[in-house]
């Protein structure tokens, strides 16, 4: 079976560039995390989705953040304008659900903005 | 929020030694989990033990829920286990507190 598939793995662009991280979650599962890692904070939970639903963003940093689920095989972060402080490690996990909660991740997609 | 900690922050092992990982947390949980970053960055999910004892090849994990805390055990230890080992924690809601994690060299 497929894992979490996340594009792209690596994006480099420019302060002020817009920017999408794409995840695929396992199929089957309905519950999806978006993750930022970096080596200060380590890993925070940014956004959680539920049947498509977002539950809860409060762990999204900033308006410049959003996220969106439009059906159950796929979900979207959008950085609007970016930000070097952005620069991170973006991992989306997948869970069959919430009750269960055995989580798995994505390969990440590290962005850099210079 | 349940505060992870886990212990050593580092360990640097010889190939074939064996190594205990420790995970403590301040509350009582729902869900555990450990997981493997490799060098490459990638999060693999090892355990889902809330409590009790798995096995799974040369790793083993252990959950004492009632005194608050995991043991990952790694047995004749190999360079492909070098990374860093997270353990992560939720008590009722979705939100997996994860600790700072145990970095684990091993030297061929």
């Known amino acids: 079976d497929a894992g979490v598939i996340q594009s792209p793995r690596h994006e480099v662009t420019e302060m002020g560039q817009e920017v999408t991280l794409r995840c695929k979650p396992i199929s089957g599962h309905n519950s999806l995390f978006w993750y930022r890692q970096t080596m200060m904070r380590g890993l925070e939970l940014l956004i959680y989705f539920n049947n498509n639903v977002p539950i809860d963003d409060s762990g999204m940093p900033e308006d410049r953040f959003s996220a969106k689920m439009p059906n159950a095989s796929f979900s979207t972060l959008k950085i609007q304008p970016s930000e070097p402080r952005d620069s991170a490690v973006y991992f989306c996990a997948s869970s069959l659900n919430y009750y269960t909660g055995e989580l798995f991740f994505g390969e990440g997609s590290r962005l850099t903005v210079l | 929020g349940i505060q992870v900690e886990q212990s050593p922050p580092d360990l640097i092992l010889q190939e074939g030694a064996n190594s205990t990982l420790r995970c403590n947390f301040s509350d009582s949980v729902n869900n555990l989990q450990w997981f493997h970053q490799n060098p490459w960055g990638q999060l693999i999910n090892l355990f889902y033990?809330?409590?009790g004892t798995k096995q799974n090849g040369r790793l083993s994990a252990t959950t004492v829920a009632t005194e608050r805390y995991s043991l990952l055990y790694i047995s004749s230890s190999q360079t492909t286990d070098s990374g860093v080992y997270f353990c992560a924690v939720e008590k009722d809601d979705y939100k997996l507190s994860f600790g700072a994690g145990t970095t684990v060299t091993v030297r061929a």
């Open positions: 033990i809330p409590s």
